[in-house]
T-cell receptor, first 109, second 115 residues
Framework: GQSLEQPSEVTAVEGAIVQINCTYQ??????LSWYQQHDGGAPTFLSY????GLEETGRFSSFLSRSDSYGYLLLQELQMKDSASYFC??????????FGAGTTVTVRA | DGGITQSPKYLFRKEGQNVTLSCEQN?????MYWYRQDPGQGLRLIYY???????QKGDIAEGYSVSREKKESFPLTVTSAQKNPTAFYLC??????????????FGPGTRLTVL
């Protein structure tokens, strides 16, 4: 099976940078995804890494190290609207995603 | 507009009753999924279907049943055998290809409360 660990909460001020780490254990690893979920809403896809390195999409970047079974999501220039839960998820050699428990990011003025 | 719809948004049932949650997608996706989310927790997979007339159990299938008679529809029945059915239920879909980037698209969810 798969297991993922990520911090439960992170708090930061507007304009700051936040890094959310995710470590995983899985067999048949394909890639690591990140999803954002605002309170009471649907999760939405943010990024995906299949190869080692950094992927940048606007203010958000995601990193993967396959050898370390580790990845992170970097949120830059934090805005109030970034207050949400962020989930890492691994995809293995099937069509399923296994999600972490989520990290609640609170942005303060 | 293409997307996934779930209805109703809020659902209340008495203990011991079966209840069916609706999930419809017009994205022409082959794969569909049902997740359960409890407060402060991640998403746990209940059932998934990669193609019409076929589905597999996820991590927490006990007390649930599904059907996949049409590509666009994947209803979930919460049976009286499910011991703690009160939760937020999310439906998702994804194309079977390209693999491995199986981005999933989520519906707005149904919040089920069993009284």
């Amino acid at each position: 099976g798969q297991s993922l660990e990520q911090p439960s909460e992170v708090t930061a001020v507007e304009g700051a940078i936040v890094q959310i780490n995710c470590t995983y254990q899985t067999s048949g690893f394909y890639g690591l995804s990140w999803y954002q979920q605002h309170d009471g809403g649907a999760p939405t896809f943010l990024s995906y890494n299949a190869l080692d390195g950094l992927e940048e999409t606007g203010r958000f970047s995601s990193f993967l190290s396959r050898s370390d079974s580790y990845g992170y999501l970097l949120l830059q220039e934090l805005q109030m609207k970034d207050s949400a839960s962020y989930f890492c998820a691994v995809s293995a050699n099937d069509y399923k995603l296994s999600f972490g428990a989520g990290t609640t990011v609170t942005v303060r003025a | 507009d293409g997307g996934i719809t779930q209805s109703p948004k809020y659902l209340f049932r008495k203990e011991g009753q079966n209840v069916t949650l609706s999930c419809e997608q017009n994205l022409n996706h082959d794969a569909m999924y049902w997740y359960r989310q409890d407060p402060g927790q991640g998403l746990r997979l209940i059932y998934y279907s990669q193609i019409v007339n076929d589905f597999q159990k996820g991590d927490i299938a006990e007390g649930y049943s599904v059907s996949r008679e049409k590509k666009e529809s994947f209803p979930l029945t919460v049976t009286s055998a499910q011991k703690n059915p009160t939760a937020f239920y999310l439906c998702a879909s994804s194309p079977r290809t390209p693999i491995p980037h199986n981005e999933q698209f989520f519906g707005p969810g149904t919040r089920l409360t069993v009284l």
